[in-house]
C-alpha cells in the first residue's frame, strides 16, 4: 500500500509560482510512475503531468508546458511540480497519483492505483 500527501497549494496571484509536493510512504517509491492531476469545480479531472521511475522521461499536458515542471528524488521518495506563470485557469485541486505502468496524458485517471488526497490552488486574476 503506498500513501501519497501532497502540500504546497495556497492561493497565489496571476503570474505568481508554487511548488507542490507529492511525499510518499514507500521507500520503493522508484518503482512507481507518478502523475499530477487537477479537478476543476464541475470539471472531470486533467492530467497535469506524469513522471516515469526514474525521472528521465516527462510528460505534460499542452495547456502547461513551458510553464509546469516536475521532477522527483527518490531518495526523499518526492515528487514536485514547480507551476510559473500561474493563471485563473489553472485554479482546482490538485493530486498526485502513482502507478506500477506508464502514466501519460492518455492514461485514464480512474485506473490508477494510488492517490493522495489533493491540495487547493487558487490563482487570483
Known amino acids: 500500500q503506498v500513501q501519497l500527501v501532497e502540500s504546497g497549494g495556497r492561493l497565489v496571484q496571476a503570474g505568481g509560482s508554487l511548488r507542490l509536493s507529492c511525499a510518499a510512504s514507500v521507500d520503493t517509491f522508484r518503482k512507481y510512475y507518478v502523475g499530477w492531476f487537477r479537478q476543476a469545480p464541475g470539471k472531470e479531472r486533467e492530467f497535469v503531468a506524469s513522471?516515469?521511475?526514474?525521472?528521465?522521461?516527462?510528460y505534460y499536458t499542452d495547456s502547461v508546458k513551458g510553464r509546469f515542471t516536475i521532477s522527483r528524488d527518490n531518495a526523499e521518495n518526492t515528487v514536485y511540480l514547480q507551476m510559473n506563470s500561474l493563471k485563473p485557469e489553472d485554479t482546482a485541486v490538485y493530486y498526485c497519483?502513482?502507478?506500477?505502468?506508464?502514466?501519460?496524458?492518455?492514461?485514464?485517471?480512474?485506473?490508477?492505483?494510488?492517490w493522495g488526497q489533493g491540495t487547493q490552488v487558487t490563482v487570483s486574476s
Open positions: 513522471i516515469s521511475w526514474g525521472g528521465v522521461t516527462t
Open positions: 497519483a502513482a502507478d506500477s505502468s506508464r502514466i501519460t496524458y492518455s492514461t485514464s485517471w480512474s485506473g490508477l492505483a494510488y
